[in-house]
Nanobody
């Protein structure tokens, strides 16, 4: 089982930036960021595979960047041009096999962090 610990959430004004981090006990084939807005279901934001290929939700393309540091076993999510609709609890997730795509659902990921809150004010 992969242990995941997110950090870096906070409150920011619209147009601002935040960088989330997720420390992993080990890396698996697919690492991902999900988010859950208040009153809504959890949704995929971005994924990165072991070969560094990435996928993004349409709502964050061009604004968010997922990356990882293999030597430190840390997953990142750089969030730029933040909007109020980005307000959510953000979760780090891991999956040990293909596919690695943001279209994969919550049941496809076995391991989860506890989440970090991001609040964007207008």
């Amino acid at each position: 089982q992969v242990q995941l610990l997110e950090s870096g959430g906070g409150s920011v004004e619209a147009g601002g930036s935040l960088r989330l981090s997720c420390a992993a006990s080990i890396y698996t084939y697919c690492m991902a960021w999900f988010r859950q807005p208040p009153g809504n279901e959890r949704e995929g934001v971005a994924t990165i595979a072991s070969n560094f290929s990435t996928t993004y939700a349409d709502s964050v393309k061009g604004r968010f960047i997922i990356s990882k540091d293999n030597s430190k076993k840390i997953l990142y999510l750089q969030m730029n041009s933040l909007k109020p609709e980005d307000t959510a609890m953000y979760y780090c997730a891991a999956r040990g096999r293909k596919p690695c795509t943001v279209k994969s659902g919550v049941p496809d990921f076995r391991d989860w962090g506890q989440g970090t809150q991001v609040t964007v004010s207008s």
